[in-house]
């Protein structure tokens, strides 16, 4: 891959002390011959090791790479590079240094009621843009506003020979052919530095109604995928312990008659503001359980899966969390129950003290051989003295 004729050179109408220093330790890093992991506010910590990519260098040891020697890894702090560099509301963009704080951004968005419409966690308003683009998480509005990377328009990236490289722009039309911007959503600093990210915005719904009702995990994700295919103002879904939450957006009157058609009961605005945030902010119980934490993404229609624990279900069904006791499922159970209906089931958390069968285990579901290679040349073509090393510390 020929990353110049997919990057645009980065011009110095910007200037920024930050990242002049980032650069500085990159250079002293590639000169020493050291490792970087890239870290933020470290909001995230809790991920370390689900960015661990060794069997991804492992997967092909024939094929050409970076080294595999063992160095010291040196951490990089990426959050001196902060500001919002440009805002335009009636352009619908914002363009944000990394090292800013969600909640310095957010802040700028309410002011002219937009927002982020893939609601991504903020972790107490801490979390920072580059790491909201590193690890890609996205909270419960994400099945119908879709992906944090649907939302990239451009990106600039230092990478692994200490070049800054801008891709994509500030507009839709300028985001065509090999989109490295939105690649680098989800890579935890494996591939380089997110310096600076442009991206699209909207205006707030004007009326949001939150119905409760009662129901079975199998009659959640049938009516789920029901009301899916139906045109409803839906904007959120989510089942927990017998009670299923459908949020709906959009102007007054077609919310109201959504609702009627529903039915349900409506939370008052404090109780529904207080679920959907604490399940966008990983607040809810079933996020601090004792018991490893499971995060499975499996078709929407799929049924309820048998793994010994209750299941907190989201984004129409796509999205399984589960708690599950090592007496309840084996690890590699819980995985080949997601697999065999066409999904994958990731490691979200663990407890402080892993359960012995845990240890050593990949928390990210393995990838074919295939998607391990192109992991691979990526990294080859970005980063090809393996300078940076994954972190979820953003």
Sequence with gaps: MNLETLSRPVADERPDAGLGRIRDQVAAAIADRRALTPCGAGTKAFLDGLADFAAVEAADPDEPGGDPVQRRVDTLDCTATRGIVDYEPTELYVTVRAGTTLAELQAALDEQRQYLPFEPPSFEGRATVGGMMATA?????????????DYVLGTVLLDGRNRLMRFGGQVMKNVAGYDVSRLLAGSFGWLGVIAEVSLK??????TEVTLVRQMTAAEAVRCFNEWAGQPLPISATSWFEGQAHLRLSGNEAAVDEAAGRIGGER????????????LREQRHPCFHSTDPLWRLSLPATT??????????????????????????????????????????AGIHRLPPTAPDAYRGLP????????????????????????????????
């Design 137 to 149: 998480l996205c909270g419960p509005r994400r099945a119908t506003a879709g992906s944090l990377r």
């Design 201 to 206: 915005v909207l205006p707030r719904p004007a």
């Design 267 to 278: 939370l008052d605005a404090a109780a529904a503001t207080a679920w959907w945030e604490d």
């Design 303 to 344: 049924a309820p899966l048998d793994l010994g624990a209750e299941q907190l279900i989201e984004w129409g069904g796509a999205l399984r969390w589960c708690a599950v006791p090592p007496s309840a499922a084996t690890p590699q159970r819980i995985r080949a129950a997601a697999a065999a209906v066409g999904g994958t």
């Design 363 to 394: 928390r990210l579901h393995p990838l074919p051989s295939q998607t391990a290679r192109i992991h691979r040349r990526l990294k080859d073509a970005f980063d090809p003295h393996r300078i940076f090393q994954p972190s979820p510390q953003a």
